[in-house]
């Protein structure tokens, strides 16, 4: 079993940074899959970045350039680190991990609870 525990959302004002963190536990987070996801009442969950356990990144087109994905491995740590956050990056983040070749943002089997992050104009 992998247990994830988000952390680091917060409210700012639109163009400030934040970075969350999702520390694993129960397996080494440089061997998973690990990705970010956002998701606001009513909507759809949207897959925000991934790592796979060769370093291989994937960010969504939608913070492409603004959003960056890594793992700090002295801390077994997911890390999304997000610039000139806009009111649309608003939403619950959560982490999601899987032992498995990261492919998409499909069947993830771990998730933690969320990080909530609010952008205001």
């Known amino acids: 079993q992998v247990q994830l525990v988000e952390s680091g959302g917060g409210s700012v004002q639109t163009g400030e940074s934040l970075t969350l963190s999702c520390v694993a536990s129960g397996y080494t987070a440089s061997s998973l899959c690990m990705a970010w996801f956002r998701q606001n009442p009513g909507k759809d969950r949207e897959g925000v970045a991934q790592?796979?356990?060769?370093?291989?990144?994937f960010v969504a087109d939608s913070v492409k350039g603004r959003f960056t994905v890594s793992k700090d491995n002295s801390k077994n740590a997911l890390v999304l680190e997000m610039n000139n956050l806009k009111p649309e990056d608003t939403a619950m983040y959560y982490c999601?991990?899987?032992?498995?070749?990261?492919?998409?943002?499909?069947?993830?089997?771990?998730w933690g609870q969320g990080t909530q992050v609010t952008v205001s104009s």
């Open positions: 999601a991990a899987d032992h498995k070749y990261c492919e998409g943002f499909a069947d993830f089997r771990y």
């Open positions: 790592i796979d356990s060769d370093g291989r990144t």
